[in-house]
């Protein structure tokens, strides 16, 4: 029996893409935060860059879960570029922290200010 040949199927050529150019897209915005071209951001920054990239996660979620995603062992104030990258491309390909529909917005404004 012949095995299939994943990689060449449409739908991981799409998947790969996709994987490429986000990885462009963090890229391009760890450049802009990172103006010092260290490779490295302060954990203050990670907020930002994920907001440029259009996620927002709360900041309690920045502090309790993505910077400690993001760490090394060796505690420190800053978190690496390729750890930032994989985890940001990860974040962006599942729209884990992407903002609220605007009707959700509205329909919560609506009941706090009837």
């Known amino acids: 029996e012949k095995s299939k040949d994943v990689a060449a199927t449409p739908e991981r050529c799409r998947a790969l893409e996709a994987r490429r150019l986000l990885q462009g897209e963090v890229k391009d915005a760890f450049r802009i935060i990172d103006v010092d071209g260290r490779g490295f951001l302060d954990k203050r920054e990670v907020s930002y860059l994920?907001?440029?990239?259009?996620?927002?996660?709360?900041?309690?979620?920045?502090?309790?879960?993505?910077?400690?995603?993001?760490?090394?062992?060796?505690?420190?104030?800053?978190?690496?570029?390729?750890?930032?990258?994989?985890?940001?491309?990860?974040?962006?390909?599942?729209?884990?922290?992407?903002?609220?529909?605007?009707?959700h917005l509205l329909a919560a404004f609506r009941i706090m200010d009837p």
């Open 50 to 103: 994920m907001r440029y990239l259009l996620q927002f996660p709360s900041e309690a979620q920045v502090r309790d879960y993505i910077i400690v995603k993001l760490e090394d062992d060796e505690p420190s104030q800053f978190v690496k570029q390729d750890k930032v990258e994989a985890f940001m491309v990860n974040v962006l390909m599942t729209n884990e922290f992407e903002p609220a529909p605007a009707e």
